[in-house]
């Protein structure tokens, strides 16, 4: 079962942060990283994680993480980012900012959920939730968050190119 819970969390990650359009492509990728499945296998795997396919801004059509996979959710369980450790950048973030209690983040069109899935992994109290679409992520903030806080954090995720809207 551990090898499964692993594998599923691998699939997780690999949809999340490329574009993957073919099953064929990600066994190739779980390959890399250590998982030899087979097209069944996979089939069951991308089911078990709701992972759907959507059309990029390229007309090609992409894999990504279902909203509400038990898996998704055990994966932000377990992976928090603390002191020293690094977040992820997201290279595909096109501009964010902040309105109210949210901050809101456009990114290329099929690149938000990778997006949305790595905030709620921080699992910071300043942070409530997010809410993903193709291209724009809406990350709700926890009630009296510090804004300052909150650009920080943000600006730790973000590419450095979007970090002039956040104020």
């Given at each position: 079962?551990?090898?499964?819970?692993?594998?599923?969390?691998?699939?997780?990650?690999?949809?999340?942060?490329?574009?993957?359009?073919?099953?064929?492509?990600?066994?190739?990728?779980?390959?890399?990283?250590?998982?030899?499945?087979?097209?069944?296998?996979?089939?069951?795997?991308?089911?078990?994680?709701?992972?759907?396919?959507?059309?990029?801004?390229?007309?090609?059509?992409r894999y990504i993480?279902?909203?509400?996979?038990?898996?998704?959710?055990?994966?932000?369980r377990g992976r928090?980012?603390?002191?020293?450790?690094?977040?992820?950048?997201?290279?595909?973030?096109?501009?964010?900012?902040?309105?109210?209690?949210?901050?809101?983040?456009?990114?290329?069109?099929?690149?938000?959920?990778?997006?949305?899935?790595?905030?709620?992994?921080?699992?910071?109290?300043?942070?409530?939730?997010?809410?993903?679409?193709?291209?724009?992520?809406?990350?709700?903030?926890?009630?009296?968050?510090?804004?300052?806080?909150?650009?920080?954090?943000?600006?730790?995720?973000?590419?450095?190119?979007?970090?002039?809207?956040?104020?």
């Open positions: 079962m551990k090898n499964r819970n692993t594998r599923l969390a691998e699939i997780i990650d690999v949809i999340s942060h490329q574009v993957i359009s073919s099953q064929e492509e990600l066994s190739k990728q779980l390959a890399i990283r250590g998982h030899i499945v087979t097209q069944a296998t996979l089939s069951r795997d991308l089911k078990n994680i709701k992972a759907t396919k959507i059309a990029t801004d390229k007309g090609v059509y993480v279902g909203e509400g996979s038990a898996m998704q959710r055990g994966a932000r928090q980012y603390g002191a020293g450790t690094p977040h992820p950048q997201h290279s595909s973030v096109v501009s964010a900012s902040i309105t109210g209690n949210l901050v809101v983040v456009k990114t290329r069109n099929g690149y938000a959920s990778g997006l949305a899935y790595d905030i709620d992994t921080i699992d910071s109290p300043l942070i409530a939730g997010t809410i993903s679409g193709a291209d724009t992520v809406f990350a709700a903030l926890a009630e009296g968050a510090p804004r300052a806080d909150v650009i920080e954090l943000f600006r730790s995720i973000l590419p450095p190119h979007t970090h002039h809207n956040l104020k």
